[in-house]
């Protein structure tokens, strides 16, 4: 199995920063893709952005510009760096991996807590 433990979510005022960040843990035979995913009280949750082994990131739309995800193979561990900040950021910020493990023939999701990031003035 995986484990994802996740860090550095808070509260912040608009146009602050914060740095998530996430480390995964186990029996990992490869990690493929990873990445951020959010969910905010009354809503689905909503992919962030993710990053495939070769660094390519794909962003939402809402994040474009202000968010930056990347990753540590060597850690296995994701970070997501988010500038500038406004209130609809506020979410419970999840992590996620796609990977495969030591005992599996395939590769399969494996998701963290949850961290929660509030963004109030």
């Known amino acids: 199995q995986v484990q994802l433990v996740e860090s550095g979510g808070g509260l912040v005022q608009p146009g602050g920063s914060l740095r998530l960040s996430c480390a995964a843990s186990?029996?990992?035979?490869?990690?493929?893709?990873m990445g951020w995913y959010r969910q905010a009280p009354g809503k689905q949750r909503e992919m962030v952005a993710t990053?495939?082994?070769?660094?390519?990131?794909n962003y939402a739309d809402s994040v474009k510009g202000r968010f930056t995800i990347s990753r540590d193979n060597a850690k296995s561990t994701v970070y997501l760096q988010m500038n500038d900040l406004k209130l609809d950021d506020t979410a419970v910020y999840y992590c996620?991996?796609?990977?495969?493990?030591?005992?599996?023939?395939?590769?399969?999701?494996?998701w963290g807590q949850g961290t929660q990031v509030t963004v109030s003035s």
């Open positions: 186990g029996s990992i035979f490869r990690i493929d893709r």
């Open positions: 996620n991996t796609r990977a495969l493990t030591t005992t599996a023939w395939s590769a399969s999701d494996y």
């Open positions: 990053i495939d082994l070769g660094g390519s990131a």
